[in-house]
């Protein structure tokens, strides 16, 4: 089956330290992957994605990598902001199936 | 226009109340989605409606009913609630697959801002 795993978190940063968020994935195919945040009372925001093994998905200094070999697509962000405080959300599609969500990562940023 | 548009954004209602949650989308996306979200918790998938008909239903109990009047409205009559239906209801739209440099792959889905229900 299809599947998504998430680190726990909440993970607490500093502002401009280094982000790392893991997700691993589960799938029977070669799903799509996304990043997903949401902020507090809103809705999901597409942050970035990828549709094809070693694409890389880039959006607001935000990076991952869709990693076959590892089943992996790690969010990365070189220098967070506390304005990048939310709560982010791997996930995978495949075959015009269902979106699968990991269960979230909290990232809070302090000044 | 890559927006989601639901209406109304905070309802109140009671356990012998019936209410209906609205959703709109102008992308000319064929799949349609809702979703159920608790506190901390990831969005949990309810109906997904396929070219405006039903495709699945995961297990929702009958006092949730979903409409699909036309290809860009998407309604969830509510009927009967008990307070622990409590949580933000989520739309979302999406394409199916689309080709791209690399071939067929699946496209992302686009969520509404949501409607935070309270059943009292």
Redesign the interface.
């Known amino acids: 089956g299809n599947s998504v795993t998430q680190m726990e978190g909440p993970v607490t940063l500093s502002e401009e330290a280094f982000l790392t968020i893991n997700c691993t994935y589960t799938a029977t195919g070669y ?2 992957l ?1 990043w ?1 945040v949401q902020y507090p ?6 942050l970035l ?1 990828a ?2 093994a070693d ?1 890389k998905g880039s959006n607001k200094g935000f990076e991952a990598t869709y990693r076959k070999e590892t089943t992996s697509f790690h969010l990365e962000k070189g220098s967070v902001q506390v304005s990048d405080s939310a709560v982010y ?1 791997c996930a995978l ?4 199936n ?2 699968y ?4 990562t ?1 990232l809070n940023v302090k000044p | 226009d890559t927006e989601v548009t639901q209406t109304p954004k905070h309802l109140v209602m009671g356990m012998t109340n019936k209410k209906s949650l609205k959703c709109e989308q102008h992308m000319g996306h064929r799949a349609m989605y809702w979703y159920k979200q608790k506190a901390k918790k990831p969005p949990e998938l309810m109906f997904v409606y396929s070219y405006e008909k039903l495709s699945i239903n995961e297990s929702v109990p009958s006092r949730f009913s979903p409409e699909c009047p036309n290809s860009s409205l998407l309604n969830l009559h509510l009927h009967a609630l008990q307070p622990e239906d409590s949580a933000l209801y989520l739309c979302a739209s999406s394409q199916g697959r689309m080709y791209g440099d690399r071939g067929l792959s699946d496209t992302e889905a686009f969520f509404g801002q949501g409607t935070r229900l309270t059943v009292v």
Do not use: A, I, V
Request: glycine share 16%; hydrophobic share 25%; aromatic share 26%.
């Open positions: 799903p799509s996304f997903y009372g809103e809705g999901l925001q597409l994605k549709t094809k694409d959300f599609r495949y075959n015009f269902k979106f969500f990991g269960s979230g909290k």
